[in-house]
């Protein structure tokens, strides 16, 4: 087998007096450059992601450690396992558990990962179609379950996403849509998204920009639940409107990390406010979501969602992800 590989890697900026500390390029790396982990992978498919936006383009702090491999994605076959329960053929996942931050991540075409960290991926999807999903669509899942299990039923009232065209966005509209839920979509692009959007199973879209406006502490009720993934002022504005014991899982930070909001929704109209993580959940909660993707997950819809791009585009991609460029999902092929 060759040895050597291309990835990814995140390095000190060697221009000391730029504004970003780290730059990120395609190198060639060997086997024995990987990390001493149990499983080596090689990798099919990675994807894009917010954080990813950050990394790649040094805009954020997130490696802990250089040089890394950025990607908090990846999707491929074992080629070597240590741990009984994997063996080589295995098609596997891992999204998040620190890839890209402390461990090196998917943006590579083998890499070296912990088997505690593995998800088996279901016979329903390839590994193109698992990253098409990613940490973006596993983490609408987490918050759809969230939303579930605090006993929202579809008869309760229509359910507000927002980010609506983004990655966590798309697909929360289509994983509510599936079960039943009357989906409204809240998004900054309604001329450009509004038809996509409504393919997915949004029954209604609105300009985001109705909630980046200071609230009352209670305004009229609204939904029965949401599906948040830009916080700041939209999310207090939001909280407001929650009806009586409803639930918003709050997963981003699109618009800030900021929430300008009062205790009056928590207290008043016994509203949850469910923070979600989708790095650290357990491999019990992360079965779960990728079950349920499988099962809710219509491919056709999903196929329409996402565009495949090499590894060579990732530092305009991150460009683009960041400025609230990018529709939907892209998959890298780590391998074009
Ligand atoms: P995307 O960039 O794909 O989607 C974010 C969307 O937010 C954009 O498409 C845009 O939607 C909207 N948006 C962007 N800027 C603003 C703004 N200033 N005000 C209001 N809305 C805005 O990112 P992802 O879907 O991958 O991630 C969304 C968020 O969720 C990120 O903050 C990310 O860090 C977080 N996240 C958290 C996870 C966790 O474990 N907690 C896991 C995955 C993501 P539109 O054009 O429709 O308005």
């Not at 402390?102 to 179609?129: C, I, M, P």
């Not at 940490?135 to 609506?164: F, K, N, R, S, W």
């Not at 209604?204 to 700041?232: M, T």
Request: charged fraction near 15%; include cysteine; glycine fraction near 10%.
């Amino acid at each position: 087998m060759n040895n050597t590989f291309k990835a990814f890697v995140i390095q000190q900026n060697p221009d000391s007096a730029a504004k970003q500390k780290t730059i990120g390029s395609i190198e060639t790396l060997n086997n024995a450059d990987l990390p001493d982990e149990n499983v080596l992978i090689k990798v099919d498919y990675s994807s894009l992601n917010y954080k990813d936006g950050l990394v790649v383009t040094g805009k954020g702090r997130i490696c802990r450690q250089l040089p890394m491999v950025g990607g908090i994605d990846l999707a491929g076959t074992v080629l070597e396992s240590a741990d009984d329960r994997y063996q080589a053929g295995d098609q596997v996942v891992v999204n998040g558990y620190g890839l890209s931050e402390s461990h090196w991540g998917g943006y590579s075409q083998r890499q070296r990962v912990n088997a505690d960290h593995l998800v088996k991926l279901d016979a329903v999807f390839n590994t193109e179609q698992a990253m098409a999903i990613g940490t973006a669509g596993y983490t609408a899942m987490l918050c759809v379950m969230a939303i579930q299990d605090h006993g929202v039923t579809p008869e309760h009232g229509p359910v507000l996403v927002t980010g609506a065209a983004g990655g966590v966005g798309s697909v929360a509209i289509m994983l509510l849509a599936k079960l039943g839920y009357q989906v409204t979509a809240s998004t900054g692009r309604v001329d450009a998204c509004k038809a996509k959007l409504t393919g997915l199973g949004a029954s209604e879209v609105v300009d985001r920009e109705a909630f980046n406006v200071e609230s009352k502490p209670l305004a009229g009720e609204k939904w029965a639940a949401v599906v948040d993934s830009v916080g700041g002022q939209p999310l207090a504005t939001i909280l407001a409107q929650v009806n009586y014991e409803g639930i918003v899982a709050a997963c981003g930070l699109a618009a800030g990390m900021s929430l300008p909001s009062s205790v009056a929704p928590f207290i008043l109209r016994g509203v949850t406010l469910r923070g979600i993580d989708s790095v650290m959940a357990s491999q019990q909660r992360r079965a779960r979501a990728w079950k349920l993707l499988s099962e809710l997950i219509d491919l056709n819809h999903l196929a329409s969602l996402y565009c495949i791009e090499p590894m060579s585009a990732l530092p305009q991609l991150g460009e683009a992800i960041l400025s609230g460029q990018v529709q939907g999902r892209v998959v890298i092929d780590v391998n074009a």
